[in-house]
């Protein structure tokens, strides 16, 4: 199994800029798909962006040219890293990880864009 820890996550201000980091405790070179999803306050969760183990990438339109997602297989880690914060940013940020029929989500980060 696949353990995802996250961490980056913290209180900004709008315009600001912020990196999630999502470290797995094994390998995820043989991984296919890295992901990140946020969930805001009495929403549903919803996919941020997505990254292929050869590096393409799909990003939701609410945050495209502000985000960016990237994996780094040596170090067993995904990020997103995210610029120009808007207050609709807020959430709780989960990674999720799949492999064939099997798939693992991290237990989430916070992320507050506020003045």
């Known amino acids: 199994q696949v353990q995802l820890v996250e961490s980056g996550g913290g209180l900004v201000q709008p315009g600001g800029s912020l990196k999630l980091s999502c470290a797995a405790s094994g390998s995820i070179f043989s991984i296919n798909v890295l992901a990140w999803y946020r969930q805001a306050p009495g929403k549903e969760r919803e996919l941020v962006a997505i990254i292929a183990s050869g590096g393409n990438t799909i990003y939701a339109d609410s945050v495209k040219g502000r985000f960016t997602i990237s994996r780094d297989n040596a170090k067993n880690t995904v990020y997103l890293q995210m610029s120009s914060l808007k207050p609709e940013d807020t959430a709780v940020y989960y990674c999720?990880?799949?492999?064939?029929?099997?798939?693992?989500w991290g237990q989430g980060t916070q992320v507050t864009v506020s003045s």
């Open positions: 999720k990880a799949n492999r064939g029929l099997y798939f693992w």
